[in-house]
């Protein structure tokens, strides 16, 4: 018995605690001073690209990674390399890796691939890329490839 009068009092105090706790729809962010949904960089964490951005500006928000995947066929020795970045740190790349394509055997030699490198917003400003397609030994490229990537 005495268990079940525990349950019914604690059954009708916890309503009354939690009358106090309700949400408002009507909240005021004046006081904090910025966007919650900007605090907590709640933008899509990944932004794709290809060859097509060539000449373009990339934006992405702090923190955003930029997904940039370039055909490229590592068994005729051309492969794509990142010219060093000229300013200061706008973007840091993360890794750069090569995939054989869709379809293709990975444990063949030869065949094409897909050359991915993953770039990371990490200060507000602008960097200007480049990547060139050379092949091994060779200084002068074959193709050049140059975009801006904004960070805000």
């Known amino acids: 018995m005495p268990a079940t009068l525990r349950r019914i009092a604690c059954a009708a105090c916890v309503p009354a605690l939690l009358a106090g706790c309700a949400i408002s729809d009507r909240m005021d962010y004046g006081e904090l001073r910025s966007d919650p949904r900007a605090f907590f960089n709640l933008n899509p964490p990944i932004a794709y690209a290809d060859a097509s951005v060539a000449g373009t500006e990339v934006v992405l928000k702090r923190g955003q990674v930029l997904v940039l995947r370039l055909p490229e ?26 995939t054989a394509s869709p379809g293709i055997d990975p444990a063949k030699p030869g065949g094409p691939g897909e050359a991915t490198f993953r770039l990371r917003g990490v200060a507000a400003g602008t960097q200007p890329i480049a990547l060139d397609y050379v092949r091994t030994g060779f200084v002068q ?12």
């Open 73 to 98: 066929d590592a068994s005729s020795g051309m492969a794509w390399r990142m010219r060093p970045l000229a300013t200061g740190p706008v973007v840091a790349p993360v890794q750069h890796d090569l």
């Open 141 to 152: 490229p074959e193709r050049s490839l140059a975009f801006d990537v904004t960070v805000r």
